[in-house]
């Protein structure tokens, strides 16, 4: 399918847990970026990627582990799953980082009890 | 400090009615400006950009940019119940190396 996809859409894990949000686009994009979205906060950057290999720190990167060994893909994982993490994570792409806005992905809803 | 600042509402206008929206900045270097749509559950959707002084119209949507009182609005004309949704402004942010700051989103509601 064409276009920016995420997995799983709904996830409940447990504090102290390893989880990965995948995250996979078709448009060839350079950049990707992933966002968590909470009540009062509104979208928050995590990290963002320029290219393959190449990734940097957003406003919130604490507990958070990206990648990017291709392009298409851009999976975050949470290294030891706590409370504060329960939020919308949104992975987005873009041609550029910010000349002609991001498209977002449906989003992964994630649960740490 | 970067800021892009909404009215987080909600705000209610009837059908038909012209909604108003409204956003501001705080990094006068910012060159590109958006607006996005959410649904409830849903994800943003990118509904109009503007990158110059003046109004840009698009179909209902007209989008308004005033650099220089670093002031973005967002009109809808004939507002619908399927306008109800927050709107979010989205602000590329030269400090942050251009990536897009958001603001918290102002909630809109049609009422029938």
């Known amino acids: 399918d064409a276009g920016i996809t995420q997995s799983p859409r709904y996830k409940i894990t447990e504090t102290g847990r390893q989880v990965t949000l995948m995250c996979h686009q078709t448009w060839s994009h350079s950049y990707m970026f992933w966002y968590r979205q909470d009540l009062g906060h509104g979208l928050r950057l995590i990290y963002y990627?320029?290219?393959?290999?190449?990734?940097d720190k957003g406003e919130v990167p604490d507990g958070y582990v990206v990648s990017r060994s291709k392009t298409e893909n851009f999976p975050l994982t949470l290294e030891s799953a706590t409370r504060s993490q329960t939020s919308v994570y949104f992975c987005a792409s873009s041609e550029s980082r910010g000349d002609y806005g991001y498209t977002f992905g449906s989003g992964t809803r994630l649960t740490v009890v | 400090q970067k800021e892009v600042e909404q009215n987080s509402g909600p705000l209610s206008v009837p059908e038909g009615a012209i909604a108003s929206l409204n956003c501001t900045y705080s990094?006068?270097?910012?060159?590109?400006f958006f607006w996005y749509r959410q649904y409830s559950g849903k994800s943003p959707e990118l509904i109009m950009s503007i990158y110059s002084n003046g109004d840009k119209e698009d179909g209902r949507f007209t989008a308004q940019l005033n650099k220089a009182s670093q002031y973005v609005s967002l009109l809808i004309r004939d507002s619908q119940p399927s306008d109800s949704a927050t709107y979010l402004c989205a602000v590329n942010w030269r400090g942050s190396q251009g990536n897009l700051i958001f603001g918290k989103g102002t909630k809109l509601s049609v009422k029938p």
């Open positions: 990094d006068r270097g910012s060159q590109s």
């Open positions: 990627s320029a290219a393959a290999d190449i990734t």
